[in-house]
């Protein structure tokens, strides 16, 4: 008993923590040490509560897990038999993986993650899916008929160190093929462009009659046009002629199916080691192997960011999913006329969908597709929906409009903590550096091997000019200057730069060298290259590089 008079004793501060925690956690914000570690835990504690609530997982997508957030970038390959699909990965890491089958008939019949390992080994498809190291657990739910034709090359290789790659079945025409396979072809692919970061559509510069399975396989991946590029293989076996034909055509059949106001970017070359059959297109090929290379390089920088953009995608869907069940739950009847009812409410799916987007101010773009929805609905007990808790919806609007927010500071920091992460080894190397790297030798990397100043064989002809521009010792004003170099019709903004490369010494005049070499980047940029950011060593004037 406390004596009267005496200081009641502290009540300790943990025995009310559970009070006021909730309360803490809409005051304090979320703290992360990473960008994987955050998405995690708000994905657990925010997102998943919903899902669940709701049954998201058996309309759309299965959860999400630990593996989902720490894996490494991975490049889906998609395509119709014998586009070169294997054969592309084969050039990209030059080296054979385990499982590995390549000729003109279907050869690939399973899907193949090609992934980094110690040693060289397969993994099979049922042994993969127990992997909690792997993000491919969810995967089970495809049946044995899927995770037979499953299967993990392992290998030690300096391009898988930063990227694994899905290599795919060669998608067949005709109905007989997409019957025996088994398993739901297109929605395997679904899962996986949820959860890869790039998606290569392979297509054959000889055979671009797009299948129904084709077709189908690319609507199934609606949603994701971001990740989309699209590589027209073998293009080095046709002429110039044809070629413009058959990228014509091809980009007539993508934009019938992929229905986005943007251009899908495509890639023209022939991805392998061997010979050009036809080199007339050698400089186009290599420009477009550039771009398509710095692209796949890009991957393990914007990792963080895909996720974190998935991760607002998915939150949306669920949202708006949420709103679909509980409207669906509050239009039953308590006792009688619940299979009349339903049967209704499922034809009627797009009024409900209509009325949602009006008391909401939700996007129609936001909305699951209607044909698929209303076939998954068939199965489902209505009278087993949950009604609308308001308070799971604020909690995902809080993640959405507080701690997205503060992890997209966070992609920004990791990213200038890791500037050179990008994706080494393999064909990635090859042209790097030395002669054979991309324009070497070309633009203003023209003469860079030459004993003699390059702009030195065309410095006669800038001579006249330069004389007829009244120099003063030797040197002559800038708006003397000016005047000869705008009649190359080049924006102030170029003619600007090249000022600035051309003034080596920096004292706002120009002598006959600097002008010759003003003259010399004036005609490179006119032949449609870039110009350097700083002068390279081999176009310093030779009576400039005694100070150098």
Not at 91 to 119: K, N, Y
Request: glycine share 6%; proline share 6%; net charge negative.
């Amino acid at each position: 008993m406390e004596q009267p008079g005496t200081a009641a004793s502290p009540v300790p501060a943990s025995m009310f923590s559970w009070v006021s925690k909730d309360a803490r956690r809409k005051k304090e914000p979320e703290l992360f040490q990473t960008v994987a570690e955050g998405l995690r835990q708000l994905y657990a504690q925010k997102l998943l509560p919903l899902e669940e609530h709701y049954r998201f997982h058996e309309f759309h997508s299965p959860a999400l897990e630990d593996a989902d957030f720490d894996n490494k970038p991975m490049v889906l390959l998609v395509g119709q038999y014998s586009t070169g699909k294997t054969t592309f990965i084969r050039h990209l890491i030059e080296q054979d993986f385990p499982g590995m089958r390549i000729g003109p008939e279907p050869t690939t019949d399973s899907f193949i993650a090609v992934m980094h390992g110690p040693t060289e080994g397969v993994v099979p498809g049922n042994a993969l899916v127990v992997d909690p190291r792997r993000p491919f657990r969810k995967l089970n739910a495809f049946g044995n008929a899927f995770l037979n034709r499953f299967m993990c090359a392992q290998l030690p290789n300096p391009v898988l160190d930063s990227i694994s790659i899905i290599d795919t079945p060669g998608i067949l025409s005709g109905e007989k093929q997409r019957i025996s396979r088994g398993y739901d072809f297109a929605a395997v692919l679904e899962w996986f462009a949820e959860r890869v970061d790039r998606i290569i559509l392979l297509f054959d510069a000889h055979k671009l009659d797009i299948s129904d399975e084709f077709s189908e396989v690319i609507k199934a991946l609606k949603n994701h046009e971001d990740k989309i590029r699209v590589v027209l293989n073998k293009a080095d076996q046709i002429e110039t002629q044809q070629l413009m034909r058959v990228y014509g055509a091809l980009m007539w059949s993508l934009g019938k199916i992929i229905n986005t106001p943007e251009v899908v970017r495509v890639y023209i070359g022939s991805f392998w080691s061997h010979p050009l059959l036809i080199p007339d297109n050698r400089k186009l090929f290599e420009a477009e192997e550039q771009d398509l290379f710095k692209d796949i390089q890009s991957l393990p920088r914007n990792a963080a960011l895909r996720k974190l953009n998935d991760l607002i995608k998915r939150a949306r869907l669920a949202k708006v999913h949420a709103y679909i069940i509980s409207s669906l739950k509050k239009e039953m009847p308590n006792v009688f006329g619940k299979e009349s009812k339903k049967k209704e409410l499922v034809n009627n799916l797009g009024e409900i969908y209509q009325k949602i987007e009006r008391e909401h101010q939700i996007s129609p773009g936001d909305f699951p597709s209607l044909r698929k929805m209303q076939e998954l609905l068939q199965t489902q007990d209505f009278s087993k929906f949950q009604a609308l808790k308001p308070k799971l919806l604020d909690t995902v609007d809080d993640m959405l409009a507080n701690d997205i927010a503060r992890l997209m500071v966070m992609v920004r920091q990791e990213e200038s903590l890791m500037p050179s992460q990008a994706v080494k080894g393999g064909a990635f190397d090859g042209t790097m550096n030395g002669p054979f790297g991309h324009g070497y030798g070309e633009g203003a990397g023209e003469g860079i091997d030459d004993v003699e100043w390059v702009v030195g064989k065309d410095k006669p002809t800038y001579d006249e000019i330069f004389y007829t521009l009244s120099p003063v010792n030797g040197k002559i004003t800038g708006a003397n200057a000016k005047k000869e170099m705008v009649k190359s019709k080049l924006p102030n903004t170029v003619l600007g730069k090249i000022w600035k490369l051309a003034d080596v010494d920096k004292d706002g005049l120009l002598d006959d060298e600097e002008f010759a070499l003003a003259n010399h980047l004036i005609k490179v940029k006119l032949e449609g290259h870039e110009l350097p950011a700083d002068l390279p060593p081999h176009l310093i004037p030779p009576s400039k590089r005694r100070h150098e």
